[in-house]
C-alpha cells in the first residue's frame, strides 16, 4: 500500500498550489480520501475530505472557499487544489485514505507560503 504526494513547494502570499496523491495497492474506489496538514508546533488538521461516492467532508474553516478536494478513482488519485494561499497555510501536507478500520497515510508534502 503507497500513497505519495506530490505538489508541494514554496510559493507567495495569494499563489495557488495543486497537490497530488497517487494511491496503489488496495481499492482505491473503496475508500475515502482527505487531507490534513501539520504545521509545526501543531496538531494535525483535517483540511477536506471526499467519500467514496463523491460526498465531501469539510475541514478547516480557514480553508473554505479557498481548497478544493477532488478525486478520479480511474486513476487512483486525489487532489487539493489551494487558491488564495496564506502564510497560516504553511504545514506539511499529507493524504490519507480511509476505510472502516484501515487507514493508510502518506509520507507528507511541504507547503510553505512566504514572500
Known amino acids: 500500500v503507497q500513497l505519495v504526494e506530490s505538489g508541494g513547494g514554496l510559493v507567495q502570499p495569494g499563489g495557488s498550489l495543486r497537490l497530488s496523491c497517487a494511491a496503489s495497492?488496495?481499492?482505491?474506489?473503496?475508500?475515502?480520501m482527505s487531507w490534513y496538514r501539520q504545521a509545526p508546533g501543531k496538531e494535525r488538521e483535517l483540511v477536506a475530505g471526499i467519500t467514496s461516492v463523491g460526498g465531501y467532508t469539510n475541514g478547516a474553516d480557514s480553508v473554505k472557499g479557498r481548497f478544493t478536494i477532488s478525486r478520479d478513482n480511474a486513476k487512483n488519485m486525489v487532489y487539493l487544489q489551494m487558491n488564495s494561499l496564506k502564510p497560516e497555510d504553511t504545514a506539511v501536507y499529507y493524504c490519507k485514505g480511509a476505510r472502516g478500520l484501515r487507514v493508510y497515510w502518506g509520507q507528507g508534502t511541504q507547503v510553505t507560503v512566504s514572500s
Open positions: 495497492g488496495f481499492t482505491f474506489s473503496n475508500y475515502d
